[in-house]
């Protein structure tokens, strides 16, 4: 030894005087612990506030109450309540004399501006009414419409009064007409009917999500169709059947590696693979199922064989023991077992799948599509595309809707990861 | 086990029918789009800007009933023999899967006596449909591989690889495939190196965000927290990894670029309002749980023998934390940190909606920069020139992303792989 050797009152003397020096860095890092997990915390409740403050008043908009005298004669022309016949009646014209008759404008350009208070769907709204209940003939009812975004953003507060006439979105005439309406009772904020029954619009006081919505699952429907099946036969296939060999160490790096590829690549693919090559059509759910499909897949592969390797071997041999064959050990026992942690894996991978966008966009699911699709044929679009779409419109209100939809999508992913929990709790076995 | 037989027969007549159907619903386009070439008249091929793309794209329209103004008269015709056509394969697939599921059925069905052991045949036929399905994994690779290369082969051809990899102006317009020789040289430029500085800077921002909160909060939960504290607070951290990035981009352009607009100019600092630095922060939270998770797993599987070998020389838990078991558990932790750059360099939507679209090559965070993600997606959203240099440089960048990306995911797993028994 050619230390030199402390003696152990002094050594003992040297720990006692750093000790507290030691103790306190201790304590330093466990406080830089708590203070990153409180940032990263902190960032969620912020997030999560921020967007349910924005989103809140979007499920919300202002409405007028108008008196709406329903003469068959006018509303419905060839009297048969045919969209064609309702069509060529003259729903808004009556909209708007009842408007008139409450604010009474004067002059052509005040009848001008106070025609495009309410908002452009007044008509559909109307007709929708008296398809659904045409007892309604022949009778002055009240039917609340929506008001223009902009003078939404008006009783909101956003534009204000004080605001010169130039810089205001808004003319002084239409304010005084609003301070009518409001002075009359006739105008009320209510939960919107337009954000879950409306469609893409341009209009973001008609604007809502339910086309989006049948979108999501149309496309996630294909989605699970198609990755649920081929995610458990390739785990089972590699847990399971397959040797050890280069074909199955193949497979696995493949699947890592996707797991790994960015999302828009995917996007990229089906571009140039389902629509250039194989001809498929644009912007349908059908492609971006597909798409989402392989995208998925490693998640679906990768749970699903840790649950087949969860299965005790015993299980196998008991059933190899009674003389079943492979297939029926895998079927009737394996599988069974396996499959609350395979769903649990597979409603993640389809969580997943929900909010993802970049893809889609590639394949042209970001077209403004009003129609709702009825088929995985029919050009649609989905929720967060459709989020992506309102953010990048300027109206105020358009903020709103898209945070409203944001908290709708949420909402699906939440439900869906802590439905996922529930099934691993429930269902899992410890052997 | 008598249904053994029917299911035999019935998987043998199916199968081969199945396959019979998806051969003729994908061949017969492909099939009609060379034989419409006949009904194309010759002036229409030989003239400058005949592309056969649009033209079957408009015979496609035609026959789908879409019709933009008045076609010619060629089109219309095309478009009425290629209809003829469709109904006349139709029928035939109707035939020939006919004929396919009763010779197969009836083969099968002829196999079926009593020396037969239909469940051996049915486990072979269901072990190769296992094995087919596994294979899916490897052709989709395949399919992106050859996709983005195919495509970025032909982009190559038009602009120089020195160019596209070292030029420093990235400034892509549509003029059509004749850039080659038509004396427009220098309308576009394709250097991609704005591209990757823009993706590092904002890659780099999102690091310094997440590594270090990512880090200590994996410390924290691993040797500090109690079991109740880890049972909340690591689910509400993979919450972060589960919301949808459409949502962080929304949330960084509508609320932290304005707020970091404000409070720039409060303090004299001139931010762009698609600043590097507000998408950067956001994606940097949006990380956060690719480290914490997995080097907490790692920092986890560190032996408790290490741990207590530290304590039995007389370490704080500090020490020991520090000076072993973060050394021990160091290759895990970097390839956390890799899998989240290249997690970073992936992402899209944060970029698009936040980042902007201008090519800046600056490494000032308060400038707008421009990604690689964000630039595949504003050329390939919408309507597309095929032939061009700007949509082929798409998938050019495609290309170095899926190596970038790849490149990292190998390395990380390397290093995974090189490091984990050593304290086994």
Same mark, same amino acid.
């Given at each position: 030894?050619?230390?030199?050797?402390?003696?152990?009152?002094?050594?003992?003397?040297?720990?006692?005087?750093?000790?507290?020096?030691?103790?306190?860095?201790?304590?330093?890092?466990?406080?830089?612990?708590?203070?990153?997990?409180?940032?990263?915390?902190?960032?969620?409740?912020?997030?999560?506030?921020?967007?349910?403050?924005?989103?809140?008043?979007?499920?919300?908009?202002?409405?007028?109450?108008?008196?709406?005298?329903?003469?068959?004669?006018?509303?419905?022309?060839?009297?048969?309540?045919?969209?064609?016949?309702?069509?060529?009646?003259?729903?808004?014209?009556?909209?708007?004399?009842?408007?008139?008759?409450?604010?009474?404008?004067?002059?052509?350009?005040?009848?001008?501006?106070?025609?495009?208070?309410?908002?452009?769907? /007044?008509?559909?709204?109307? *007709?929708? #009414?008296?398809?659904? &209940?045409? @007892?309604?003939?022949?009778? $002055?009812? =009240? !039917?609340? %419409?929506?008001?223009?975004?902009?003078?939404?953003?008006?009783?909101?507060?956003?534009?204000?009064?004080?605001?010169?006439?130039?810089?205001?979105?808004?003319?002084?005439?239409?304010?005084?007409?609003?301070?009518?309406?409001?002075?009359?009772?006739?105008?009320?904020?209510?939960?919107?009917?337009?954000?879950?029954?409306?469609?893409?619009?341009?209009?973001?006081?008609?604007?809502?999500?339910?086309?989006?919505?049948?979108?999501?699952?149309?496309?996630?429907?294909?989605?699970?169709?198609?990755?649920?099946?081929?995610?458990?036969?390739?785990?089972?296939?590699?847990?399971?059947?397959? /040797?050890?060999?280069?074909? *199955?160490? #193949?497979?696995?790096? &493949?699947? @890592?590696?996707?797991?790994? $590829?960015? =999302? !828009?690549? %995917?996007?990229?693919?089906?571009?140039?693979?389902f629509i250039s090559i194989f001809g498929m059509p644009r912007?349908i759910?059908?492609?971006?199922?597909?798409?989402?499909?392989?995208?998925?897949?490693?998640?679906?592969?990768?749970?699903?064989?840790?649950?087949?390797?969860?299965?005790?071997?015993?299980?196998?041999?008991?059933?190899?023991?009674?003389?079943?064959?492979?297939?029926?050990?895998?079927?009737?026992?394996?599988?069974?077992?396996?499959?609350?942690?395979?769903?649990?894996?597979?409603?993640?991978?389809?969580?997943?799948?929900?909010?993802?966008?970049?893809?889609?966009?590639?394949?042209?699911?970001?077209?403004?599509?009003?129609?709702?699709?009825?088929?995985?044929m029919?050009?649609?679009? $989905?929720?967060? !595309?459709?989020?992506?779409?309102?953010?990048?419109?300027?109206?105020?209100?358009?903020?709103?809707?898209?945070?409203?939809?944001?908290?709708?999508?949420?909402?699906?992913?939440?439900?869906?990861?802590?439905?996922?929990?529930?099934?691993?709790?429930?269902?899992?076995?410890?052997? | 086990?008598?249904?053994?037989?029917?299911?035999?027969?019935?998987?043998?007549?199916?199968?081969?029918?199945?396959?019979?159907f998806f051969i003729f619903t994908i061949c017969d386009d492909l099939v009609f789009a060379e034989l419409v070439k006949e009904y194309i008249p010759n002036e229409v091929i030989?003239s400058?800007?005949y592309n056969f793309t649009i033209v079957l794209a408009q015979i496609n329209n035609s026959v789908e009933g879409l019709v933009f103004g008045t076609p010619p008269q060629w089109v219309t015709n095309a478009a009425e023999i290629w209809k003829s056509w469709v109904i006349k394969s139709n029928i035939l697939t109707t035939i020939v899967?006919?004929?396919?599921?009763?010779?197969?059925?009836?083969?099968?069905?002829?196999?079926?006596?009593?020396?037969?052991?239909?469940?051996?045949?049915?486990?072979?036929?269901?072990?190769?449909?296992?094995?087919?399905?596994?294979?899916?994994?490897?052709?989709?690779?395949?399919?992106?591989?050859?996709?983005?290369?195919?495509?970025?082969?032909?982009?190559?051809?038009?602009?120089?690889?020195?160019?596209?990899?070292?030029?420093?102006?990235?400034?892509?317009?549509?003029?059509?495939?004749?850039?080659?020789?038509?004396?427009?040289?220098?309308?576009?430029?394709?250097?991609?190196?704005?591209?990757?500085?823009?993706?590092?800077?904002?890659?780099?921002?999102?690091?310094?965000?997440?590594?270090?909160?990512?880090?200590?909060?994996?410390?924290?939960?691993?040797?500090?927290?109690?079991?109740?504290?880890?049972?909340?607070?690591?689910?509400?951290?993979?919450?972060?990894?589960?919301?949808?990035?459409?949502?962080?981009?929304?949330?960084?352009?509508?609320?932290?670029?304005?707020?970091?607009?404000?409070?720039?100019?409060?303090?004299?600092?001139?931010?762009?309002?698609?600043?590097?630095?507000?998408?950067?922060?956001?994606?940097?939270?949006?990380?956060?749980?690719?480290?914490?998770?997995?080097?907490?797993?790692?920092?986890?599987?560190?032996?408790?023998?290490?741990?207590?070998?530290?304590?039995?020389?007389?370490?704080?838990?500090?020490?020991?934390?520090?000076?072993?078991?973060?050394?021990?558990?160091?290759?895990?932790?970097?390839?956390?940190?890799?899998?989240?750059?290249?997690?970073?360099?992936?992402?899209?939507?944060?970029?698009?909606?936040?980042?902007?679209?201008?090519?800046?090559?600056?490494?000032?965070?308060?400038?707008?920069?421009?990604?690689?993600?964000?630039?595949?997606?504003?050329?390939?959203?919408?309507?597309?020139?095929f032939?061009?240099?700007?949509?082929?440089?798409?998938?050019?960048?495609?290309?170095?992303?899926?190596?970038?990306?790849?490149?990292?995911?190998?390395?990380?797993?390397?290093?995974?792989?090189?490091?984990?028994?050593?304290?086994?």
């Amino acid at each position: 030894m050619t230390n030199k050797l402390i003696n152990p009152t002094r050594a003992s003397e040297i720990v006692k005087n750093s000790i507290t020096k030691r103790r306190a860095k201790d304590n330093r890092l466990k406080l830089y612990g708590r203070i990153a997990i409180g940032l990263a915390v902190c960032f969620l409740i912020f997030l999560f506030s921020s967007i349910f403050i924005k989103g809140y008043p979007g499920f919300f908009q202002y409405y007028v109450t108008l008196d709406i005298n329903f003469d068959r004669e006018r509303i419905d022309p060839q009297g048969d309540l045919s969209d064609n016949s309702l069509f060529n009646g003259e729903a808004s014209k009556i909209v708007n004399e009842a408007l008139f008759t409450i604010i009474d404008p004067k002059g052509r350009k005040a009848k001008k501006q106070a025609k495009k208070m309410v908002s452009s769907g /007044k008509d559909v709204r109307l *007709t929708n #009414l008296v398809q659904s &209940n045409p @007892n309604l003939f022949g009778t $002055v009812s =009240s !039917v609340k %419409f929506a008001l223009d975004d902009d003078i939404d953003s008006f009783l909101r507060g956003y534009i204000k009064r004080e605001t010169p006439e130039s810089e205001r979105r808004i003319s002084d005439q239409i304010i005084k007409f609003v301070d009518k309406l409001d002075k009359e009772g006739r105008i009320s904020y209510e939960f919107s009917d337009y954000i879950l029954n409306g469609s893409a619009s341009g209009n973001p006081e008609m604007a809502g999500i339910k086309g989006a919505f049948f979108g999501s699952i149309l496309t996630l429907s294909v989605c699970l169709l198609i990755a649920f099946p081929l995610g458990v036969a390739t785990a089972v296939y590699l847990e399971e059947v397959a /040797k050890k060999n280069k074909i *199955t160490e #193949l497979i696995e790096v &493949n699947i @890592n590696n996707l797991a790994a $590829v960015p =999302s !828009v690549v %995917f996007g990229i693919m089906g571009l140039a693979i389902f629509i250039s090559i194989f001809g498929m059509p644009r912007s349908i759910p059908l492609v971006g199922g597909m798409v989402l499909a392989l995208m998925t897949l490693p998640t679906i592969i990768i749970s699903s064989r840790a649950a087949i390797r969860a299965v005790p071997p015993s299980v196998r041999d008991a059933a190899y023991g009674i003389g079943a064959s492979k297939l029926q050990v895998i079927f009737h026992h394996v599988i069974p077992l396996a499959m609350p942690g395979m769903l649990t894996g597979t409603i993640i991978g389809m969580a997943q799948a929900l909010g993802e966008t970049a893809p889609l966009l590639m394949i042209g699911m970001v077209a403004f599509i009003v129609d709702v699709p009825n088929s995985v044929m029919d050009p649609g679009t $989905v929720l967060p !595309v459709q989020i992506f779409m309102w953010a990048d419109f300027a109206e105020r209100m358009f903020v709103q809707k898209t945070s409203a939809a944001i908290i709708i999508l949420l909402g699906f992913l939440i439900s869906m990861n802590a439905f996922a929990i529930y099934l691993r709790k429930k269902l899992e076995r410890r052997w | 086990m008598t249904h053994y037989y029917g299911i035999f027969c019935s998987l043998s007549a199916l199968l081969p029918t199945l396959g019979v159907f998806f051969i003729f619903t994908i061949c017969d386009d492909l099939v009609f789009a060379e034989l419409v070439k006949e009904y194309i008249p010759n002036e229409v091929i030989n003239s400058k800007d005949y592309n056969f793309t649009i033209v079957l794209a408009q015979i496609n329209n035609s026959v789908e009933g879409l019709v933009f103004g008045t076609p010619p008269q060629w089109v219309t015709n095309a478009a009425e023999i290629w209809k003829s056509w469709v109904i006349k394969s139709n029928i035939l697939t109707t035939i020939v899967c006919a004929i396919t599921i009763l010779t197969s059925g009836f083969l099968s069905y002829k196999k079926i006596n009593s020396e037969f052991r239909s469940r051996n045949a049915v486990e072979k036929i269901i072990m190769t449909l296992l094995a087919i399905s596994s294979v899916i994994a490897i052709l989709t690779t395949i399919a992106i591989i050859f996709s983005v290369i195919f495509e970025s082969i032909r982009f190559f051809a038009l602009i120089p690889f020195d160019e596209f990899l070292f030029g420093t102006v990235w400034n892509p317009q549509f003029e059509g495939a004749e850039r080659a020789g038509s004396g427009q040289e220098g309308l576009s430029q394709y250097g991609s190196v704005p591209l990757f500085a823009g993706t590092f800077l904002i890659s780099f921002i999102a690091l310094s965000v997440s590594i270090p909160i990512g880090l200590s909060s994996a410390i924290y939960l691993s040797e500090y927290a109690t079991s109740k504290e880890r049972a909340i607070f690591k689910p509400l951290l993979e919450i972060l990894a589960g919301i949808p990035t459409v949502v962080y981009g929304f949330f960084a352009a509508l609320t932290v670029a304005p707020f970091l607009r404000s409070s720039g100019s409060f303090f004299g600092l001139d931010v762009a309002s698609e600043s590097a630095l507000a998408a950067g922060l956001v994606m940097g939270i949006m990380i956060i749980p690719f480290i914490s998770s997995l080097s907490d797993d790692v920092i986890n599987a560190v032996p408790q023998s290490l741990r207590d070998a530290g304590y039995g020389l007389g370490s704080t838990k500090n020490e020991t934390v520090l000076k072993i078991v973060l050394p021990a558990a160091l290759p895990g932790v970097v390839a956390s940190i890799i899998l989240a750059v290249s997690r970073a360099v992936g992402e899209t939507m944060i970029v698009v909606m936040a980042a902007g679209l201008a090519a800046n090559l600056t490494a000032n965070p308060l400038e707008a920069v421009t990604t690689v993600t964000s630039q595949i997606v504003t050329i390939l959203v919408g309507d597309q020139e095929f032939e061009s240099a700007k949509t082929l440089s798409a998938f050019a960048l495609a290309l170095t992303l899926i190596i970038i990306t790849l490149g990292m995911n190998f390395y990380a797993l390397h290093i995974v792989k090189k490091y984990r028994e050593q304290y086994d």
